[in-house]
Nanobody
């Protein structure tokens, strides 16, 4: 049974940084794509970043490119989202998601989700 547990959210001032973690268990994730999505109040959930677990290949939403970095720690089975130069519009609940094999930016293609972690950026 796949389990994804996010942590690291919180309140930060604009221009600050946060690092989100997603601890993955229940499967060998070497053939998985791991994604981060977010949902702001009153808005649809949207793609943020994705990486292939076993290959150095990643993609980012244009809104976060150059500010956010997705990475992994194989030994800890954990995926990270380093968020720098945060803006108030980054305020959202951030979700970690996993899908077998191929990278996708479409949330409907992800069968496994974490519970989410709140990120609030004050101006």
């Amino acid at each position: 049974q796949v389990q994804l547990v996010e942590s690291g959210g919180g309140l930060v001032q604009a221009g600050g940084s946060l690092r989100l973690s997603c601890a993955a268990s229940g499967r060998t994730f070497s053939n998985y794509a791991m994604g981060w999505f977010r949902q702001a109040p009153g808005k649809e959930r949207e793609f943020v970043a994705v990486m292939q677990w076993s290959v150095d290949r990643s993609y980012y939403a244009d809104s976060v490119k150059g500010r956010f970095t997705i990475s992994r720690d194989n030994a800890k089975n954990t995926v990270y989202l380093q968020m720098d130069s945060l803006k108030p519009e980054d305020t959202a609940v951030y979700y970690c998601a996993a899908r077998p094999f191929i990278i996708s930016t479409a949330q409907d293609e992800y069968p496994y989700w974490g519970q989410g972690t709140q990120v609030t950026v004050s101006s």
